[in-house]
């Protein structure tokens, strides 16, 4: 199973949740990850022994994305340790991950949070991507991580909504901007999955699994299988599209 061997990734936000997963698959196919994350240290250097343990290859990357300089600070970590590895800086799969979300309604949404959400959800992928289009092969992949909360109206999604609906936009303007080069570019939509970001109640769980069709909230493997796979050879003809990953929520 090593369909990505010899590939270049990079993933954002992969010390918890579902970019912790996406990144443990992509190791497993045969990339060599290079993991990011902000504060948790501890989490992602885990994520890189446990990699490495399985016989993979991964490195870190550290940057805070509420912060404009973030995507900067994260190319030149990424040019250092990929000369290093593989020795040229060439990048295959970008994975889009990590996002923050607010709850709350629009009568109390700060200006601060609107900043931070769009900062984090849409202005640092947006970044990121620019900084590493130079570097990404022809064939290669830029998977976005949205959420089903564009599809649903959820009042305390206020400021989350509108950004991730925003990338979901970069994700189709950047599919067809990217074609011609044999790369595509596509959204992944989770439903409800259990992370920090989403801690599940027994309040939650009851009120949630009734919407939910196949009956059980998500895990962060559920989106992760369906990241790998986009990332494989197998769906070089999907492009633009934005597949939620959901069970079946609110349909
Ligand atoms: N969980 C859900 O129900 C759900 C549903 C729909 C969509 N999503 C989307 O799925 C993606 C992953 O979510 P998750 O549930 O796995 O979240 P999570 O467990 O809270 O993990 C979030 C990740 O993003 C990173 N991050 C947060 N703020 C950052 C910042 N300022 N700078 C750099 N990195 C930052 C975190 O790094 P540190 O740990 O270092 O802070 C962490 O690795 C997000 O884009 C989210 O919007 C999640």
């Not at 973030?70 to 593989?86: H, N, S, T």
């Not at 900043?115 to 990404?136: E, S």
């Not at 022809?138 to 950004?163: K, Q, W």
Request: proline share 4%.
């Amino acid at each position: 199973m090593a369909q990505l061997h010899g590939k270049v990734a990079l993933v954002t936000g992969a010390s918890q949740g579902i970019g912790y997963q996406i990144a443990l698959r992509l190791a497993r196919l045969g990339a060599f990850v290079c993991v990011h994350a902000h504060r948790s240290k501890e989490s992602l250097m885990q994520l890189v022994a446990t990699i490495e343990a399985e016989g993979g290859k991964a490195a870190p990357i550290f940057a805070d994305l509420s912060d404009a300089k973030g995507p900067y600070e994260i190319q030149a970590q990424f040019d250092k340790i990929v000369a290093d590895a593989v020795g040229e800086t060439r990048l295959d799969i970008l994975v889009n991950n990590a996002g923050v979300l607010k709850r709350e309604p629009i009568e109390s949404v700060t200006s601060e949070q609107f900043d931070l959400t769009l900062m984090v959800n849409l202005k640092a992928p947006f970044f990121l991507t620019q900084c590493m289009l130079p570097r990404l092969r022809d064939h290669g992949r830029i998977i976005n991580i949205s959420s089903m909360g564009t599809r649903m109206a959820f009042p305390e999604m206020a400021v989350y909504a509108p950004a991730k609906a925003g990338l979901e936009a970069l994700t189709r303007l950047l599919a067809a901007h990217l074609g011609p080069r044999g790369i595509t570019v596509n959204t992944v939509a989770p439903g409800l999955t259990e992370t920090a970001m989403s801690p599940i109640d027994e309040h939650t769980a009851a009120r949630a699994i009734s919407s939910i069709a196949l009956g059980r909230i998500g895990a962060p493997g559920d989106i992760a299988d369906v990241v790998a796979f986009l990332a494989t050879d197998e769906a070089k003809w999907i492009t633009a599209q934005r597949i939620e990953v959901s069970g079946g929520q609110k349909i």
